[in-house]
């Protein structure tokens, strides 16, 4: 599941996913009884997908980030921990055949493929339930930004956990054994691209907020040293000044094949 980092920095760092990519998956599902968000965080998936649905069960293995969770009256939140086997997975969640919706925010690169998937297998509704999961990796800000960004990114390479090479491909290579939806398949993920608004201190703290900074850190690497910080703060413009960011996201969704 998700590697740990500062919850707060966390959520004030990380893109709003548009909201219409839940009207999308809303429309593909032939009920809107229950659904499943795997890996919430602070719920912010979970809050959106509760527009649509009845009830959303939110998990993660994470306390911490449970602890800041976004309240709603149509979400449960529930602390899954990775001890829990399959079996209760599905009986926690609402037994075989009894979810509409499975999501997963840029967490699903995180877990046991073979295990998750059986899961969701077991608790999709059959026909007409839908897993839908998602992620970015590049962000883009401008032409003399860029620049800066690609050479952070290649320093924090060989600190970055073996599963980040999923979202690094943008999903092409995530296992995803579903039949699709028209909204990208196994190999094919439907690229999005999700603008953000960031101050240069927001900018940074998104650069921070990566399992490679803390890993690096946690080596002694100082990835954003101060003369790295001092040219980004020139090409970004000025440390008062905000930016779109334009964060590179990807979505694979599916039905089970029956």
Known sequence: ??????????????PHYPEEWYSWLAARTLHHSLAWDVGTGN????????????????????????????????IKY???????????IVNLIGGENSVDLVTVATAV??????????????LLKKPGGIIAVWSYYNVSVSPTVDPLLKRYFEAARPYFH??????????????????????????EPLPVDIPKQ?????????????SAFTAAKERGVELLSGEVVEELEVAWGGSNLTRCVVFKAFMLAGKVRL
């Open 109 to 122: 690169h995180w877990f046991d493929l073979p295990s998750f998937y059986a899961a969701v297998t077991r």
């Open 198 to 210: 960031l101050s240069f201190a927001g900018f940074l703290g998104l650069l921070r907020s990566s």
């Open 78 to 88: 529930l602390h899954t921990p990775i001890s829990m086997s399959e079996d209760d």
């Open 1 to 14: 599941m998700a590697p740990k980092y500062e919850a707060d920095v966390y959520v004030e760092a990380r």
């Open 43 to 74: 719920g912010q998936a979970a809050t959106a997908v509760a527009e649509h649905y009845e009830q959303v069960i939110a998990t993660d293995v994470s306390e911490q980030q449970l602890q800041r969770a976004i309240p709603h009256p149509r």
């Open 162 to 187: 073996p599963n980040v090479k999923y979202p690094a491909d943008g999903y092409k290579t995530l296992p995803f054994p579903f039949e699709s939806v028209g909204l990208g398949s196994e190999g």
